[in-house]
């Protein structure tokens, strides 16, 4: 059953035309990745999606409901998490405030507090720094956090903007290596990439943006296969 | 961010001890009467209590949301004059008349809260400028219910179980304690709470905030709600303290000590109101003798704290020293996975 579904998704900032008619689908339990070169429209994409940008038309359906031009904290609470891009932790917050403010939605106490055993298991780096400001730690470690963060609102669906910003290449495979994990949890994930080839190996499928439409589609290894996509994207010499 | 890397460190100082400065600075406030001060040195120090009243009433804006507002004379204003009439023209007791005075300020509050929700920083600012100036062109001109320039005279002062409350029974002392304490325990319960957190991620970083499920816009309206209403309590307080109020006692000149007070004391901390209420009361008066100089070193003083201790005299980030739990390394150590080094 699709989780998530957008159809035909139009959206302008002013006479700028950034989506053009978009749409995809994400599946129960799937990782699906969005790829594209800068300013295809991923990120307006997902704005889209979480009601910080309104739509000109098109749908968002979420579990079959109409979400569209709902509220960015309406959507949190459907079961909708983004993890922003560039981080977008609370750098004068400790990591327990974060995760505290993550949950912000739940309001049921003894939850929150299991919510937040259960991050420290996953990242115990987390668990470690408990009470250090979150804008003094390391890069890698601040992603965890945001992470962890967006998971605190116990999502379905996961939204990722480009989580390996400015991370170095052993750290970008950590967390590669946990968007997985979080995945075997049986949470859905939407991932904008550009590191394509990362994304592409471990999505089950993904689409390609350009100038605002969807490019291509498609299960990873034939996009993995693909010419225009390998030299597009993928970097491959000939 | 600068730290302050002098002989001692502040912050420690303050933290180590802060059981006993706390007990020693209450004890302080309650005995303060007793040590036989002149009137005009418990005046300033009422002064001292009121000003603290109004920057723990913007901090929540400034400190706790990180909206500068450059009006909260305006809600000073409205608090002074709604009780002052009430107490004149209907004849009601001082709580009752604080207390719908703290109501209209609230809904002051929000109707300058309701258009301003896109604004921030310098645009924010100016709005609520702005908003401070038509308060007092209301008051200016709106004779018979303010009596325009010529200001409300023989303001009484509370009187409780048939005591008046005077400077010299100390009565208006002890209920200026009381309403800084009261005024106090709110700041603190809102900073420890659900909405001191909502408050500050949107401080830093608004656009995350809501995407945690945050509803911005309800919150910032509401910081305006809170921070209006106990700047109003602190106009009532000071209306009957004074007992002559006109449009004078309420210029831009306030606003700006208000704000001023927030940020030397250091943004979004309690202990720093209080610190730089003291101080910046304090040093007009002592300063007497530099004359008109005075406000030259008063901007100096401005500069150099901008400089060396731009996080406000007592503010810091954060309390507690860092450690490392025991138990979250044997964790770590167990499972091994998703550690990242910093090899």
Redesign the interface.
């Given at each position: 059953m699709s989780l998530l579904k957008v159809v035909d998704l139009h959206t302008s900032y002013g006479k700028i035309k950034a989506l053009r008619g978009i749409s995809l689908e994400v599946n129960e339990g799937e990782i699906i990745s969005l790829i594209g070169s800068n300013g295809a429209g991923k990120s307006t994409l997902l704005g889209s999606i979480?009601g910080?940008v309104s739509p000109a038309s098109g749908k968002v359906l979420f579990e079959g409901k109409d979400i569209t031009n709902n509220?960015?904290?309406e959507i949190?609470?459907k079961g909708i998490?983004?993890s922003?891009e560039g981080r977008?932790?609370?750098?004068?917050?400790?990591v327990e405030?974060n995760l505290?403010?993550?949950a912000?939605?739940i309001s049921n106490k003894n939850e929150i507090k299991a919510a937040m055993e259960e991050m420290?298991?996953?990242?115990?780096?987390l668990?470690?720094?408990?009470?250090?400001?979150a804008g003094t730690m390391?890069g890698?470690?601040q992603q965890?956090l945001a992470i962890a963060?967006a998971l605190m609102?116990k999502p379905k669906l996961l939204l990722l903007d480009e989580p390996s910003l400015g991370l170095a290449p052993n750290?970008v495979k950590?967390i590669f290596?946990?968007i997985k994990d979080i995945n075997q949890k049986g949470i859905s994930i939407l991932l904008i990439e550009q590191n394509a080839t990362m994304a592409l190996r471990i999505a089950n499928r993904a689409y390609v943006l350009e100038n605002g439409i969807v490019k291509l589609s498609g299960t990873t290894e034939h996009l993995l296969n693909h010419s225009g996509v390998k030299k597009a994207y993928l970097g491959e010499v000939r | 961010m600068e730290h302050f890397t002098g002989k001692f460190n502040l912050e420690e100082l303050v933290y180590k001890y802060r059981y006993p400065l706390g007990a020693v600075f209450l004890l302080l406030l309650l005995g303060l009467p007793y040590l036989g001060l002149s009137q005009y040195v418990m005046r300033i120090i009422i002064m001292i209590g009121i000003y603290t009243m109004l920057a723990l009433g913007l901090n929540i804006l400034t400190g706790y949301t990180g909206l500068v507002s450059l009006g909260h004379s305006g809600f000073f204003a409205i608090g002074a004059y709604v009780t002052a009439i009430l107490m004149l023209k209907l004849q009601i007791h001082f709580i009752p008349a604080a207390f719908i005075a703290m109501i209209i300020t609230g809904i002051c509050g929000l109707l300058l809260g309701l258009p301003t929700l896109r604004l921030t920083g310098t645009y924010l600012s100016i709005v609520t400028l702005g908003f401070a100036e038509i308060v007092k062109m209301i008051i200016m001109n709106w004779e018979p219910v303010t009596n325009g320039t010529l200001g409300l005279r023989n303001i009484p002062r509370p009187s409780f179980f048939g005591i008046d409350l005077t400077l010299a029974n100390h009565g208006m002392y002890y209920f200026m304690l009381i309403l800084l304490f009261l005024i106090t325990f709110l700041c603190i319960a809102i900073k420890k709470s659900k909405l001191g957190r909502a408050l500050h991620a949107i401080k830093e970083n608004e656009l995350a905030a809501s995407m945690m499920g945050i509803y911005t816009a309800r919150y910032k309206i509401l910081a305006f709600i809170l921070s209006a209403v106990i700047t109003g309590l602190a106009g009532g307080y000071y209306a009957t303290l004074v007992s002559y109020i006109d449009h004078n006692s309420f210029t831009f000149d306030v606003s700006i000590l208000i704000l001023s007070i927030v940020i030397l004391g250091g943004m979004g901390t309690i202990r720093g109101m209080f610190f730089g209420s003291i101080l910046l009361i304090v040093f007009p008066e002592i300063a007497r003798p530099l004359m008109e100089w005075r406000f030259v070193v008063y901007g100096l003083v401005l500069i150099f704290m901008m400089r060396f201790r731009p996080q406000g005299l007592l503010g810091w980030r954060t309390t507690l020293p860092f450690q490392v739990p025991v138990n979250a390394q044997e964790r770590q150590k167990r499972s091994g996975k998703h550690g990242i080094s910093r090899s």
């Open positions: 979480t910080i509220r960015p904290n949190v609470r998490s983004i922003l977008g932790i609370l750098p004068r917050l400790t405030e505290r403010v993550g912000y939605s420290y298991q996953m990242f115990p780096r668990a470690q720094r408990k009470k250090q400001l390391s890698g470690e965890m963060r609102s750290l950590q290596q946990m | -």
